[in-house]
Nanobody, 114 residues
């Protein structure tokens, strides 16, 4: 499975971005059963969990609850991360990850400035 993340950019504090992760090389039935995860890595810090989505459940890191929403479109084989009310601390490279295939996207950079 190949993953391609996109949608990053530069925004000001309080702004919004929608990240997208497109999966290829996987059939629909397999993708729909696959748990997908967003991680992020800020400069000089370790990669950290942001959110994940399974068949019917979502989980979020405490620092994004109420601001970020993860969703998926299985037909399009895409996973999204809607990020609202962005803060400078959200500046990082965001990666999507497939747990079943242990596959990582190349990352997309989000920069939040005050």
């Amino acid at each position: 499975v190949q993953l391609q993340a996109s949608g990053g950019g530069s925004v000001q504090v309080g702004g919004s971005l929608r990240l997208s992760c497109a999966a290829s090389g996987v059939i629909l039935s397999a993708f729909s059963r696959n748990s997908m995860v967003w991680y992020r890595q800020a400069p000089g810090k370790e990669r950290e969990f942001v959110a994940d989505i399974t068949l019917s459940a979502t989980n979020y890191a405490d620092f994004v609850k109420g601001r970020f929403t993860i969703s998926r479109d299985n037909v399009k084989r895409r996973v999204y991360l809607q990020m609202n009310d962005l803060e400078p601390e959200d500046t990082a490279v965001y990666y999507c990850h497939s747990t079943a295939y242990n596959s990582w996207g190349q990352g997309t950079l989000v920069t939040v400035s005050s």
